[in-house]
């Protein structure tokens, strides 16, 4: 019966009969239902359901299968012209040719060409693929699960484990800044807000609560019921305890994800790659046409000209781009992992080294995340020496089972010190009020074992103060005057001065109410002292923050803290603290004030998590690529909403899910590390793309030029497919190449309209030296008859995969190639290997069967000559373009 009930619940997880029934059947039917118990699930029936249900993981993305993935390589458009391209040689050269005179060569040529680009493909996305499985899987989320024998935070049953590891009728427990791990019934909760944006786009926060009740405005749909929290969803406030009743693709998020896994929205670097594709593929439909025209209108046969045009259109197709393009964002995210930096998304690469404005948060980036407790002093500034001050903090700190923040955890750890944690066997907990971002405080209700019962909050000193009516100045409780609150500010003044984060501690005693304590109980309270905290700054901060300048990153801190308190920080770090804003006056602000104030302050305090989102959007406007790093569950808006959210791998669970790429170390060091990998990847990737296009164009001149005066073809269809698969195999290290020290000092972005330009100043170049080789071969070497026609043909081989090859090292530098900038030594092998090649191919009797001849001995002082004056002139015009429009790649 039992496992029959379980197969049922497993069909029911994918329909709302199973959400409506966890919402309204009393807790009892619920655990019943489940087979569970108040206290959690045994481990052995853990098992068991974790072998029926599968791991608590939806599908983000379909599984790519090795099959499929081959199948994907082949559907891209140039291998779709080249495709064409074989077919009508098939027609062509076998179907409609003698038996005797069918000719295979072109086809074969051309088919090993696609084949090679689409396993290149194929391999690269293979290994891009499962490298960034196992970097993702570096990253988890975990959860606080109630099992039997285990024991929690807060000492109640219970253990820290992976979200996979959930299953159906485990008893979880929540507080602020945790996601929703599967989709859960609530049995117990307190002041629990839970944001559901990513389910219902609405921003707004939601109450949920223990109970069902059709008088809290519930609209019908499931996602509005008040006890059911869904997975993907994440808490704001307060804290919670609840029964997982789906997991995985059972739930309403997995639901949902099976249908839209793998449909990633288009960035702006796939559609500049896009536009250029489209670009080439425009160009050589308009060219080719041309070709052929004037091949069959000069030479007088047609169907040779059809040949050599599709021959030329093979040539203009970069087919190796998607596979470069590949390539190079794998490479960059296995470099960058190496450089504890994990990329989720490879296309995320771009916008790193994009990235012209980072927002960063100030503790543990710019200060070394290890807040000590400094100092705990009574109201007149006397220092807490029967720690009493002390001991209302711990009590607070230790009864919360809200999230623990660092200065939680410093109060915790110097108590500790002092040997008192015996301190909280004298008192228990009644109740609790949880931290939110708006009030800035927390509660805890304890009582004592006297029965005297008081509420003791923490907190923010302004927000503290307008809780408080009353302060204790030598055990005596007067009212808090407007003296008292002015001396109060400067003592936090002070402290912030010092680069000391300070709180406020109150409580109120005798209280009358038993249970459920409300915002509305923090009122009338007696403020007892101030905990002052220290987090010193990283010493490394000083110097990446410096470098990050160098390489054009301008640094802006946006902080929730105090500003005085960001200021002493900022300062220390070098960041210019001359400019600066609060949150309350950006509220302020007219829109065109606050567009004027983001763009000229490099502090601003006093942050909610929604004006963090605010600044990135209005910096976004002024063209700005805006990088936003934090960690916090206030951060996570800010996180989406910036062009590459940063975050690292001991954030919140919401952090992590919002963010693109996770450090694995908080520091910017490692931060610029990944600037300079993103520049790089992208640097190899525009350079390649305007090698392809600037030799494409300059061969085009050089095809259309021949064909209009030469008797004769320059060269056989068969010549340019060898010599376009030659240099195609020659571009297959451009990953591994190295980019100049300049070309990574600033921002860069994606600029497909700069490609037309280099296009019609580079291209041309190489037409000119080969229209010196026709020339040479014409007058020198007298290839003017059918019989010289294979001489002509070897030469302007030779000369145009030499000059195709040399292209390479002239474009990927703005400096003088060989001289001051080299390649990388796998780009200088191949590109060697390649030429050698070629010069070898005619003296071969490979190249003998192909129609291509020896070449003569005199001949190659010519060939050095032009190769000489390609690189001069080229070098000559690099520079007028740089000049002219202040950029190279």
Not at 87 to 114: L, P
Not at 433 to 455: A, C, H, L, W, Y
């Amino acid at each position: 019966m039992m496992w029959k009930k379980k197969k049922n619940i497993r069909k029911m997880a994918f329909n709302t009969e199973t959400v409506l029934m966890a919402a309204k059947a009393p807790l009892n039917t619920v655990l019943t239902y489940f087979q569970t118990t108040s206290l959690g699930l045994t481990d052995e029936e853990v098992e068991k359901r974790l072998s029926l249900y599968g791991k608590n993981e939806i599908v983000h993305e379909q599984k790519k299968k090795p099959l499929v993935m081959l199948a994907k390589a082949f559907i891209n458009p140039f291998v779709g012209v080249l495709t064409v391209l074989v077919a009508i040689s098939y027609v062509m050269d076998v179907w409609m040719a003698d038996s005797g005179d069918q000719d295979w060569t072109s086809i074969i040529v051309v088919s090993t060409m696609i084949i090679l680009s689409t396993i290149l493909r194929f391999v690269q996305e293979w290994k891009a693929n499962r490298s960034s499985e196992a970097l993702q899987k570096m990253v988890t989320n975990t959860c606080y699960v109630m099992r039997l024998g285990t024991s929690t935070r807060d000492g109640s049953p219970g253990d820290e484990i992976s979200n996979e590891e959930l299953v159906p009728g485990d008893l979880i427990m929540l507080s602020a800044g945790d996601m929703i791990p599967a989709d859960v019934r609530i049995i117990e909760s307190k002041d629990l807000f839970v944001s559901q944006s990513s389910l219902t786009g609405e921003s707004d926060s939601i109450e949920k609560f223990p109970n069902l009740s059709e008088a809290r405005n519930h609209t019908g749909s499931i996602v509005d019921l008040d006890n059911i929290c869904f997975m993907g969803s994440n808490v704001v406030s307060g804290s919670a305890k609840g029964i997982v009743f789906a997991t995985g693709n059972h739930t309403y998020l997995g639901t949902i994800a099976k249908n839209v896994a793998g449909h990633r929205a288009a960035t702006a670097f796939d559609k500049g790659i896009t536009k250029v594709s489209l670009l080439l593929i425009r160009f050589m439909l308009v060219m080719v046409p041309i070709v052929f025209l004037v091949n069959g209108i000069t030479k007088g046969d047609w169907l040779e000209a059809f040949i050599f045009a599709i021959s030329v259109a093979v040539g203009l197709t970069p087919e190796m781009l998607p596979m470069i393009v590949t390539a190079n964002l794998s490479k960059g995210a296995m470099v960058m992992s190496r450089k504890k930096t994990i990329v989720k998304d490879l296309n995320a690469i771009q916008n790193f080294g994009a990235m012209n404005i980072l927002c960063t948060d100030k503790t543990g980036t710019l200060t070394q995340d290890h807040i000590v407790l400094e100092r705990h002093v009574n109201v007149d500034g006397t220092e807490d020496k029967e720690n009493r001050i002390l001991r209302h903090a711990y009590f607070n700190s230790y009864f919360q089972t809200g999230l623990k923040n660092l200065m939680d955890r410093a109060i915790l750890s110097h108590v500790k010190e002092l040997g008192l944690e015996s301190l909280s066997s004298s008192y228990k907990k009644v109740d609790e009020i949880p931290f939110d971002f708006t009030r800035r405080r927390m509660s805890v209700v304890v009582e004592d074992r006297n029965g005297k019962r008081q509420i003791i909050t923490k907190g923010a000193v302004e927000e503290m103060l307008t809780v408080c009516s009353f302060a204790e100045f030598g055990g005596k409780v007067q009212p808090l005057s407007d003296s008292m609150r002015s001396k109060a500010q400067r003592f936090v003044k002070e402290m912030n001065a010092q680069g000391m984060r300070v709180l406020a501690l109150a409580q109120k005693s005798f209280l009358s109410k038993e249970n459920n304590f409300a915002i509305e109980d923090e009122k009338e309270m007696v403020l007892i002292g101030y905990l002052a905290f220290l987090d010193p700054p990283k010493e490394s901060a000083s110097q990446a923050i410096k470098q990050l300048h160098e390489h054009g990153v301008e640094v802006k801190v946006l902080s929730g803290d105090n500003e005085a308190m960001v200021k002493a920080i900022s300062r220390q770090v070098g960041i210019n603290t001359s400019d600066s804003v609060t949150g309350p006056e950006l509220e302020n602000m007219s829109q065109e004030a606050k567009q004027k104030a983001v763009v000229k302050c490099s502090i601003f305090s006093k942050l909610t998590p929604m004006q963090k989102s605010e600044i990135i959007q209005l910096l976004q406007k002024k063209n700005n690529t805006v990088g936003f790093l934090g960690d916090g569950i206030n951060d996570a808006a800010a996180l989406r909403e910036s062009d590459i959210g940063i975050s690292v791998d001991s954030a919140v669970d919401i952090a992590k899910e919002s963010a693109d790429i996770i450090l694995l170390e908080k520091d910017l060091m490692v931060l610029e590390n990944g600037v300079l990998e993103g520049r790089k990847t992208f640097g190899n990737i525009v350079k390649y793309v305007k090698m392809t296009a600037s030799s494409n164009f300059g061969n085009m001149f050089s095809v259309l030029a021949a064909s209009s005066f030469l008797p004769f073809l320059p060269m056989l269809p068969i010549h340019l497919l060898i010599q376009n698969l030659l240099y195609d195999i020659s571009q297959t290290t451009i990953p591994f190449d190295r980019m100049d020290r300049e070309y990574l000092a600033k921002p860069r972005v994606w600029d497909s309209g700069d490609l037309s330009r280099f296009m019609i100043w580079i291209g041309p170049i190489s037409s000119i030296f080969d229209i010196v080789t026709y020339m040479v071969l014409w007058w020198v070497f007298k290839c003017q008859g059918p019989d010289m026609e294979s001489l002509f043909q070897s030469g302007w081989f030779v000369e145009g995969l030499l000059s195709q090859t040399l292209i390479v090292h002239m474009i990927r530098t703005r400096k003088v190639p060989f001289i001051q900038s080299s390649a990388s030594w796998p780009v200088m092998l191949m590109t060697i290997s390649i030429m050698a090649i070629g010069l070898c191919i005619p003296f071969t009797s490979f190249g003998s069967s192909i129609g291509l001849t020896p070449l003569p001995w005199t001949y190659f002082p010519w060939l050095i000559g032009i190769l000489l004056s390609y690189c001069v002139l080229t070098q000559w015009l690099k520079t007028l373009y740089i000049r002219a429009f202040k950029r190279w790649l």
